[in-house]
């Protein structure tokens, strides 16, 4: 199921930042007093009484402005604003309605996406609902009174967001297709890798619009299977200011992998693994995508028989993080090993949603616990009750320990090791939770 986008948009300085801190439960954003602070968007995982979603913190937007960061901003903002199924827009009460307000609600407007209007900064509502109505000019429904800062208001403006979240986001679990989503930085070629995936198959072709301008859903249709491809390809940009890059790709990252089951990392051979890539892959990672990662133009490298395991080492040492990910070295030019793809992508999606037994856990846990003694502290030894799987995509483990605390995550990670040797997993991240039971 794909989660809602929720962005939070409006002029410098009124505390967007601030709110989505709030909603966030942890400082994100930077939060200082000049105007064009948060130059990139930030994302974080919301919930709110039964729904999920993910809140997008962006730079303010100057409607005019020709300065070339505040410019870009703008752009960005203009970015989060189709990617967002809601939009927060965001006045600031102590300022007034002043006219890039109503800029900015004009632009708003265009998008045609349901908006929010929030006043921030009234602390008071008392001292402050006068000064509230003035906004009802933006033309823009009824104004939500909030102070992010003093996280008044801030429930009745979440029921105001829920109400617009789509239904098909419910239903989005009927569709069973494999959808692969395919990231990365700018020009390392993943249309390329698409289009020669297309051609190779002269399968049926559809494009559908995808959540953003750019991006497409791509059906191919191989051997009787139909995979729906996620292109990210719209992250290129005209932008010279490289951290400006890096923010557009972020979003739309965030983006595709939220609709997707398996994310394909691709890195351009040439250039090598930069700290670019480790941000994105970490999007997948954090989500629990089942996770490959391609090195794409192998053909442009001149090659002895250790250039490969010499690149793979270097990538497996900055992705230290996901040992499990799947590691393919590709040519879209020639179509070199492109064929492998999908049946990587097959085992990683089989792996994906893999369910053990109960007592296969156990006997494998119990024989782990015999190998290598729990860890104990002061004189308390670590005890390990009972295992069992919890539900797929990613799979997810409960533990049931004496003592939550003495469960170190070396040990878990050892316990994971274990059954990665008996089931293989790859491809996957596998999740833990670790749960206190008194013994009896």
Known sequence: MSKPIVAIVGRPNVGKST?????????????????????????ADVS????????????????????????????QAEI?????DVIIFMTDVRQGLVDDDNKVADMLRKSHKPIVLVVNKVDSFEKYMNDVYEFYNLGLGDPQPVSGASRLGIGDMLDEVVKYFPESAKDETEDERPRIAIIGKP??????????????????????????????????????????????AGLRRKSKIKEDIERYSIIRTVAAVERCNVAVLVIDAVEGITDQDTKIAGIA????????????????????????NKFAEEVRNKLSYMPYAELLFVSAKTGQRLPKLFETIDAVI????????????????????????????????????????????PPT???????????????????ENRIREAFGFKGTPLRFIIRERKEK
Do not use: C
């Not at 979603?53 to 402005?65: A, H, K």
């Not at 990672?285 to 490969?308: F, L, P, S, Y």
């Open 285 to 308: 990672h954090e989500r629990g995508k089942g996770m490959i990662i391609v090195v794409n133009k192998w053909d442009a490298i001149e090659k002895n028989d250790k250039t490969m």
């Open 19 to 43: 709110l989505f801190n709030a909603l966030a439960g942890e400082k994100i954003s930077i939060v200082k007093d000049t105007p064009g602070v948060t130059r990139d968007r930030i994302y």
């Open 397 to 415: 483990f409960v533990i049931f320990v004496n003592d939550k605390e003495l469960m170190h995550f070396s040990y878990t990670r050892y316990i």
């Open 80 to 84: 989060a604003i189709e990617t967002a």
């Open 350 to 393: 089989e792996n994906h949603s893999l369910r053990v037994a109960t007592g296969v856990l156990n006997e494998i846990m119990a024989e782990a616990v015999a190998m290598q003694q729990p860890p104990s502290d002061k004189g308390k030894r670590l005890k390990l009750f009972y295992i069992t799987e919890v539900s797929v995509k």
């Open 187 to 232: 020009n390392v070629g993943k249309s390329s890798i698409i289009n020669k995936l297309l051609g190779e198959d002269r399968v049926i072709v559809s494009d559908i619009a995808g959540t953003t301008r750019d991006a497409i859903d791509t059906q191919i249709v191989r051997n009787g299977t139909e995979y729906v491809f996620i292109d990210t």
């Open 48 to 75: 709110w009484l039964d729904y999920n979603f993910t809140l997008i913190d962006t730079g303010g937007i100057e409607p005019e402005s020709d300065d070339i960061i505040l410019k870009s901003m703008r752009e």
